[in-house]
């Protein structure tokens, strides 16, 4: 169950079951880096951080666009509807792979605030603790076949869930200290219809972040691992 808040130009979705009012300014990385638990993360373009919310580690990361963009728009984005916005749409995605029994990270908390044609968002989600990424374990260790073999299997469910991951990639699946994978980031996914051609899109593209991450610094990764993959891929 969730609650949905309306303040001002701000939206607000929270689980209804949080012992957490959650405001505007709870938003913001600023208000928690004075707090318990504050721990800005890696990565994320420097728009997101750990923070401690009712005695339980989360994470919030405030939307932020890449590429060209990033210096002419920064944190803006068009406004076309409550329900087309960045933290909505991953909010409904993440419902969506939980309720398939997906390892993906619980939504907390929303925020949509408007200002004209625009609008910036937020979102924070339960922190996986004690994981890490699969770009950092390969760079450590190799991981045995079985386990790749587990991977593709995983990224099939997730497909077969009509959830298309749009930045699959080896930064955005993590690791465990038991071994089990854990998928994050769902900023743009979208639901598909049924398995079609659209999932070799993805997988080419996890592919190729492997690849290039493999270029740039060596890991433990070689083409036997991927065969495993694709293996449990298409099991």
């Known amino acids: 169950m969730t609650r949905d808040l309306a303040r001002r130009n701000c939206h607000i979705r929270q689980q209804a079951d949080i012992d957490w009012q959650f405001g505007e300014a709870h938003f913001d990385l600023d ?8 721990e800005p ?11 401690e919310v009712a005695g339980r580690p989360m994470l919030l990361r405030r939307y932020r666009r890449g590429g060209a963009l990033r210096n002419l728009l920064g944190d803006r984005y068009l406004w076309l509807g409550l329900s ?28 949509v ?22 770009t950092e374990r390969l760079r450590r260790e190799q991981l045995p076949r079985d386990s790749w073999y587990r991977l593709g299997m995983l990224i099939r469910r997730m497909h077969a869930s009509g959830i298309r991951h749009a930045d ?12 089990g994978f854990h998928l994050v980031d769902f900023d743009k996914a979208r639901f598909m219809r049924r398995l079609d051609d659209w999932q070799w ?3 080419y593209r996890f592919q190729r972040s492997l690849n290039k991450r493999n270029r740039a610094q060596p890991l433990h990764f070689d083409g036997e691992d991927w065969q495993a993959f694709m293996d449990g891929y298409q099991s």
């Open 31 to 38: 208000f928690w880096r004075q707090g318990p638990g504050f």
């Open 41 to 51: 993360t890696a990565g994320g373009r420097g728009a997101s951080g750990i923070i």
């Open 84 to 111: 087309m916005t960045r933290p909505w749409r991953e909010w409904d995605i993440l419902l969506r792979a939980r309720d398939a029994d997906l390892p993906v990270p619980e939504p907390v908390a929303a925020c």
């Open 113 to 134: 605030c408007r200002s004209g044609p625009w609008y910036r968002a937020a979102l924070i989600t339960v922190y996986l603790e004690d994981t890490e990424m699969l």
């Open 168 to 179: 699959l990639n080896s930064d955005n699946v993590l690791l465990d200290s038991k071994d």
């Open 201 to 203: 899109q993805p997988l």
